[in-house]
């Protein structure tokens, strides 16, 4: 059974650390990391907050990455593909050893988070046991196994489901509304209570799944 986790890495054990040194402010978020031969992997990468020239400069500087190429600019954000080279084990290991795909990555400050896809839970404790054997920090904030529903893709039980997907189905949503709560609750036999309860811990797991993945830890 496959299995998501959404976890940490230090920015000194990975690509970037010294743009990230010099250019405090800078976001990164990647859109797709690939194996890019035996000791390298390659991003395409989105580049946020940043002057264009500074982060140019930054790159050039940067033992940590090579063919830099700019696919787009759009004033205020960067769309980079380029080579990450040095301080990528952790990628490689998952890449190669665990057969994992990385969902999302994201820099800035002092870390960078990963959503990561194991084809397995196994492959999960492969990747675990490689950062043990080489030193490297993976700091584990959640694991969800996906079980092949649809509530399971989207971290949500199946109460939480259905009842997010019914709240959308009938419009509880709309503005003007067209379904209450209590409505929505007579169609589902349970209480307001529980129903309420569903649809709030229905929506923080998939915004934790989701737009949380990259954002600040210190405003979560």
């Known amino acids: 059974m ?32 690939i194996k890019s031969g035996e000791d390298a992997v390659m991003p395409l990468m989105w580049a946020r907050n940043v002057d264009k020239e500074e982060l140019d400069a930054a790159f050039e500087e940067d033992p940590s990455v090579d063919n830099v190429r700019l696919l787009a600019d759009f004033e205020d954000e960067y769309l980079y593909r380029m080579d990450w080279i040095d301080q990528v084990e952790l990628l490689l290991g998952m890449l190669t050893n665990s057969e994992a795909t990385i969902l999302d990555a994201y820099g800035k400050r002092e870390e960078w988070r990963l959503r990561v896809m194991f084809p397995t839970r196994d492959k999960f404790s492969a990747t675990y046991e490689f950062c043990n054997e ?80 990259g954002s600040d830890p210190d405003l979560m």
């Open 134 to 213: 080489h030193g490297l920090t993976y700091d584990v904030e959640s694991i969800r196994d996906m079980d092949g529903e649809p509530a399971g893709r989207f971290g949500l039980t199946e109460g939480q489901y259905q009842a997010l997907v019914l709240a959308a189905q009938e419009g509880y949503y709309n503005v003007p509304q067209e379904k209450t709560l209590e409505e929505l609750a007579n169609e589902l036999d349970i209480s307001h209570q529980a129903l309420s309860e569903r649809l709030r811990r229905g929506t923080e797991s998939l915004i934790e799944d989701t737009l949380l993945v």
């Open 2 to 33: 496959a299995t998501i986790v959404i976890g940490s890495v230090p920015a000194e054990e990975f690509a970037l650390k010294h743009t990230l040194d010099v250019l405090p402010d800078v976001k990164f978020e990647c859109e797709r990391i």
